[in-house]
């Protein structure tokens, strides 16, 4: 991006700009054609699964009025009493955050609120549901502007923790066996393709790890699987379908 078109970006994306351009980070701000306010909006614009719209939510802590953020997948949902149990002492509750405290403390305006380039210190968390892709897409200061990166790059970017802050779904019988389902039918997919094929992440939107056996229920990996998925090479990625393929079938026969 050279100065000009920086310098005729709206200020918030300048700031992002600056941010990630001070730290090497590549993938610089973009605009689209169209708001982006919602998650949805967003993936629809970039062509990307929901999931893959890293999306902010804001809380105010009320012991001391700092917000409080966590980026979180667009598909999934925050769970208050999780982040309270992380981030409140004293039992201390998290309040709403309107637009107005929104703005003060981030610097930008909702829809467009970025993890990054804050303008005062926030409390930020990272929900564990983005390792679920090999990209992802983040706001940049205004309601029509992303960036691209990793979960990994967002952890590097802002030193936050990679915390479990989603509602966790309730996986009723029906939804465990077309989990099955689609895990087998992938990796069948995948054994079939071709050397040098681009391998498509196993998560179906489901991220939620069983206690008794380690496993996401949704597609059959533990958390060290899920987490390594974007630095994974071909063979690697191909040997992990391999893995899921074995424990599909061991979960149809429980």
Known sequence: MCGSELHAM??????????????????????LDGAARTAQQAADALGVEL???????VFRRKVDEVAVMVVTSGDQRVDERKVEALV???????????????????????????PVAHATPVVLLIDQSLL????????????????????DELVGLTGAPIVDAAVEPILESGAM??????????????????????IASPCI?????????????????????ITAWSRA??????QIWRTIAQRAVQQSRT
């Open 233 to 238: 090479d071909e063979a690697d990625k191909r």
């Open 205 to 225: 939107s489901i991220c939620r790890i069983q206690a008794d056996t380690g496993l996401c229920e949704g597609c059959f990996r533990t958390m060290p699987e």
């Open 51 to 57: 999931g893959q719209i890293a999306k902010s939510i």
């Open 88 to 114: 409140c002492p004293d039992g201390k509750r998290l309040g709403r955050a309107d637009a107005e405290f929104v703005k003060t403390t981030t610097g930008f305006s909702i829809g467009g609120v970025a």
């Open 177 to 198: 066996a077309l989990a099955i389902e689609q895990m087998a039918a992938g990796a069948m997919a995948v054994e079939r393709s071709p050397a040098g094929s681009s």
């Open 132 to 151: 679920r892709f090999d990209e992802v897409w983040a706001a940049a200061g205004h309601p029509n502007a992303v960036f691209r990166l990793t979960a």
């Open 10 to 31: 709206p200020d918030g994306v300048q700031r992002v700009a600056a941010f990630l351009q001070e730290r090497g980070h590549v993938h610089l701000p973009v605009m």
